[in-house]
C-alpha cells in the first residue's frame, strides 16, 4: 500500500510570504507527527495529532507556524511571514495507534528554501 | 544539550568493509532504541528497534546493540555496500509521555558514504 506522502516536494519562497505544506498519512494511521530538519541534524519535533486533535504543539518555534488534521487524515502544516531561518526539510509522520513505541512511518519531506 | 549524542558524524569506507556507529544517550527511562536509515531526499526507514531489555538485535547486514547500563547502543554494517551510503539515526523513546511529552529523542545522525 501508499506510504505517507508529501507535497510538495521542493518549495522556494521569498522572505515574508506564507507557505503551506501537505501531508498525506498512511490510510487508518491514527498518529500524525511533524517534524522540523535542519541539513545535517536529526529531527526535531514540532507537533503532534492523534485522529484530529492536535494535543501537543509544544515543538513549534513560533506563532507563525499553524497546523491541522482537520478530519483526522491529511495534515497542513502553515508558515506565516516565513524567515530565512525557516528554511528546513519538514517530515511528517504517521503511526497505527496513539502509543509513543508505535513505529513512525516517515514521509520523503518538503524541503523549504526561504531566499 | 541534545539527550542522544552519536558518533562519528561522518565515515567514508570501502565497499565490502565493516564499519560500527557509536549512539550515546541520557534519556531514562526510555522504552526503545530504534536506528534509522535514512537516504538523501528521503525520510527515515526504522532498521532495528530494541527494548531496554534486549541487548542485541538484527536487520540483514544490519546489527544493532545495546547495553543499558553505560546507556551505549551502537549499529555494525558488515560488508557495506554502495546503496548504505546513508544518514544513521539513533532514536530513543521516553518511557512517559507525560514526563517527556510526545516527542521521540533524535540523535544528529551519522552520515556513511561507501566508495567502490
Known amino acids: 500500500g501508499a506510504g505517507v506522502s508529501q507535497s510538495p516536494r521542493y518549495k522556494v519562497a521569498k522572505r515574508g510570504q506564507d507557505v503551506a505544506l501537505r501531508c498525506d498519512p498512511i490510510s487508518g494511521h491514527v498518529s500524525l507527527f511533524w517534524y522540523q530538519q535542519a541539513l545535517g541534524q536529526g529531527p526535531e519535533f514540532l507537533t503532534y495529532?492523534?485522529?484530529?486533535?492536535?494535543?501537543?504543539k509544544s515543538g513549534l518555534p513560533s506563532d507563525r507556524f499553524f497546523a491541522e488534521r482537520p478530519e483526522g487524515s491529511v495534515s497542513t502544516l502553515k508558515i506565516q511571514r516565513t524567515q530565512q531561518e525557516d528554511s528546513a526539510v519538514y517530515l511528517c509522520?504517521?503511526?497505527?495507534?496513539?502509543?509513543?513505541?508505535?513505529?513512525?512511518?516517515f514521509g520523503p519531506g518538503t524541503r523549504l528554501l526561504v531566499l | 544539550k541534545n539527550q542522544v549524542e552519536q558518533s562519528p558524524q561522518s565515515l567514508i569506507i570501502l565497499e565490502g568493509k565493516n564499519c560500527t556507529l557509536q549512539?550515546?544517550?541520557?534519556?531514562?527511562?526510555?522504552?526503545?532504541l530504534r536506528w534509522y536509515k535514512q537516504d538523501t531526499g528521503r525520510g527515515p526507514v526504522s532498521l532495528t528497534i530494541?527494548?531496554?531489555?534486549?541487548n542485541t538485535k538484527s536487520n540483514g547486514r544490519y546489527t544493532a546493540t545495546l547495553d543499558a547500563d553505560t546507556k551505549q547502543s551502537s549499529l555494525h554494517i558488515t560488508a557495506s555496500q554502495l546503496s548504505d551510503s546513508a544518514s544513521y539515526i539513533c532514536v530513543v523513546t521516553p518511557t512517559s509521555v507525560k514526563a517527556a511529552g510526545n516527542k521521540l529523542t533524535f540523535g544528529g545522525g551519522t552520515r556513511v558514504l561507501v566508495k567502490p
Open positions: 495529532f492523534q485522529n484530529e486533535a492536535q494535543l501537543d
Open positions: 549512539c550515546n544517550y541520557t534519556v531514562s527511562p526510555f522504552s526503545n
Open positions: 509522520a504517521s503511526s497505527t495507534r496513539s502509543a509513543l513505541q508505535e513505529t513512525q512511518y
Open positions: 530494541m527494548t531496554f531489555s534486549e
